[in-house]
């Protein structure tokens, strides 16, 4: 079983390349090897950032998990200077930046 999520905030002006670095070093680790990702995607359009991530098992149980790593919480203290919530008076986890899917097509590939 594979499941994705899509986190939804707010990028700071000029700071892709620190957040591509952050996630660059963390991906290195074995943080992606713990939580079972299998993808990483990272997405800007004007002032939003759209963190795609692909897990082998849950999403939700990853996450839970990824709270508890040291690796991580250092990764999130990293980017909160070049991240902020799309919605501050609700945002209190990632939980709450993850857009909810709604619709879902998969086509073959032939070749």
């Known amino acids: 079983m594979t499941s994705s999520s899509l986190i ?4 700071r002006s000029g700071h892709t390349d620190d957040v591509s670095r952050l996630f660059s070093s963390s ?7 713990i939580l079972g990702v299998r993808q990483r995607r990272l997405f800007r ?9 692909e897990f082998a098992g849950n999403s939700s149980e990853a996450l839970a ?3 508890d790593l040291d690796d991580f919480r250092k990764l999130s203290d990293g980017l909160a200077r070049h991240i902020a919530p799309f919605d501050p008076r609700t945002w209190r986890s990632p939980a ?7 619709y879902t097509w998969n ?4 070749g």
């Open 8 to 11: 939804v905030a707010r990028l």
């Open 96 to 102: 709450d930046a993850m857009a909810q899917e709604f």
């Open 45 to 53: 359009y004007q002032d939003l950032y759209f963190h795609y991530v």
């Open 107 to 110: 086509g073959e590939v032939s």
């Open 65 to 67: 998990q990824a709270a």
């Open 27 to 33: 991906d290195a680790g074995d943080q992606p090897r």
